[in-house]
């Protein structure tokens, strides 16, 4: 038997309940204070919103390459490499959601058990293996973190934030662009 086993209570805690290095149980997401002129009412709100955001782009950037190292068939090195950039491309969104948390005083909430318990992406199907297949299941995570991206720019907006509401208008564009060069492959006359 593996310790993983032993202590099935610890996967259902949500991130802000999880037991650090020294034991005890971390409550309320920790703010710092700061200069930032945004008051503390918004940012409190801004980096709730922001750290699911988080936890849905380290999801879809880690499905990426579910996809990027698993696809066969033969459109295997296109369909390779495109998935690798979609990849390093998320990895560049999910720095920048988790920076903009902490610049707004709060902390960044990354870990892969963290991203876990929040995100709203559907898991990646593992039986899949066909380039078509795995066009399909890419396209629909790019779909869903896009609609996700899209309205969090009115979310930050209602929020008064222009800087977060601009971050995913650049999120949104760029998933877009992804979505275009993954659905072309699906999209050609039969
Ligand atoms: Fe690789």
Redesign the pocket.
Known sequence: MNNLSQTPTQEKRQPTDMKTSNGTVAEAPKMYETENDITKGRRVQLNALLNQRLACAIDLQMQM?QA??NVKGPSFIGL?QLF?EVAEAVEGYVDQIAERVVQLGGVAEGTVRMAAARTRLIEYSPEISDGMAHVEEVANALSTFGQSARSTINEAEELDDADTADLFTEISRGIDKWLWFVEAHSQAAK
Do not use: G
């Open positions: 390459k990027h190292w390779h690798d």
